[in-house]
């Protein structure tokens, strides 16, 4: 079964908009939540990564909110770029115990 | 720099034939693992090493070996007995700092492979 949950599977924005991908997690004994950003014919790289203890976290453009009632939490990009076109995963973990969502291809046009 | 080296990039066999990954670090992290990945499916977990010599399955390990003689390397192999094996290929390694392990997985840059 699928232990994270992510959404929209493709989004289109305008440069300066600010696309959202949402996921959502069922196991609540998850304690870490990375971003990953992937370039096409490239592995996945962290962009961001929160810890259930707070609600939100900033790194530049890049916002992650986090519901743990909700065992939700989002990726906001501000002021996307054309070279933010690339695919988004979220994940949750514990330990070695790392699910990942399935994936979010994002487009950012001119 | 460190990093993590998988190779060959791109590989194409025939169906029925035995094929090997390479996966080599030099970040001395300990913890390593392979992810295959799927349009539209994420990554999904193959097997995992936490130490030299010990390695576990993860959720679809059926059809795939491995093997960890040296902390910088962990191979795959993608036996005949995987039923659908063309994919992309994701070999990571569990970041440490101050000797221990974050959440974060640093990943090489994959190897694709199709099966004729």
């Known amino acids: 079964q699928q232990q994270v949950k992510q959404s929209p599977q493709s989004l289109i924005v305008q440069k300066g908009g600010i696309p959202i991908i949402n996921c959502a997690y069922e196991?609540?004994?998850?304690?870490?939540f990375p971003w990953y950003q992937q370039f096409p014919g490239k592995g996945p790289a962290l962009l961001i990564a929160?810890?259930?203890?707070?609600s939100e976290k900033k790194e530049g453009r890049f916002t992650i909110s986090f519901n743990k009632s909700a065992k939700q939490f989002s990726l906001h990009i501000m002021d996307s770029q054309p070279g933010d076109s690339a695919t988004y995963f979220c994940?949750?973990?514990?330990?070695?115990?790392?699910?990942f969502g399935a994936g979010t291809r994002l487009t950012v046009k001119p | 720099d460190g990093g993590i080296t998988q190779s060959p990039k791109y590989l194409f066999r025939k169906e029925g034939q035995n094929v090997t990954l390479s996966c080599e670090q030099n970040?001395?992290?300990?913890?390593m693992y392979w992810y295959r990945q799927d349009p539209g499916q994420g990554l999904r977990l193959i097997y995992y090493?936490?130490?030299?010599?010990?390695?576990q399955k993860g959720d679809i390990a059926e059809g795939y070996s491995v093997s960890r003689e040296k902390k910088e390397s962990f191979p795959l192999t993608v036996t005949s007995a995987q039923k659908n094996p063309t994919a992309f290929y994701l070999c990571?390694?569990?970041?440490?700092?101050?000797?221990?392990?974050?959440?974060?997985?640093?990943f090489g840059e994959g190897s694709r492979l199709t099966v004729l």
């Open positions: 929160i810890r259930p203890d707070v």
């Open positions: 090493s936490q130490i030299v010599n010990d390695f």
């Open positions: 196991n609540t004994a998850f304690d870490y």
């Open positions: 970040l001395n992290h300990d913890a």
């Open positions: 990571a390694s569990k970041v440490q700092r101050g000797g221990q392990n974050t959440g974060e997985l640093f």
């Open positions: 994940a949750a973990s514990k330990g070695n115990d790392m699910r």
